[in-house]
């Protein structure tokens, strides 16, 4: 594998970094790194889910305030600088896991004191039941 040097040209070098498509491209790419998230609502519930690999469910704290789902992450980094000469050197590593935090505004119809979350394969996915419905009454209105 050979790195490609980038070319001199200042102009199209700055562009490229202010319009990128592909974010691995731009410098510091951690500063960036937010897990992606999919949600779903269901007939009973809301389902929200985010790529997290490389973690552990004590990372994580998950907090609803104020009809606000607040997740985070503190990832401690390891100290690179004690390695001896024996271990592997790296040409690129992006496999960096950094501390991260994501706030979601709940609709009124979820029961905050029913909020579940699980972790597995790489995935979290938090639970958040809808209230149940008071059923509205039909009635039927004569017109005299």
């Not at 202010?18 to 592909?22: C, D, H, M, V």
């Given at each position: 594998m050979n790195l490609v040097k980038r070319n001199d040209n200042w102009l199209p070098s700055l562009l490229d970094e202010?319009?990128?498509?592909?974010r691995l491209d731009t410098p510091n790419y951690e500063n960036f790194s937010i897990p992606a998230v999919n949600i779903q609502e269901k007939n009973t519930n809301f389902v929200v889910q985010l790529a997290v690999p490389g973690l552990s469910k004590e990372n994580f704290s998950i907090e609803v305030e104020e009809d606000i789902l607040k997740i985070s992450a503190e990832v401690?980094?390891?100290n690179e600088e004690n390695k001896t000469e024996d271990e592997i050197k790296y040409t690129r590593k992006e496999f960096n896991y950094n501390s991260f935090k994501r706030s979601f505004t709940l609709p009124e119809n979820v029961n905050v004191e029913s909020v579940n979350a699980s972790y597995e394969n790489g995935v979290l996915e938090i639970t958040l039941p809808k209230k149940e419905e008071e059923k509205a009454l039909k009635r039927m209105v004569e017109i005299s």
């Open positions: 202010l319009f990128t498509e592909n401690s980094s390891e």
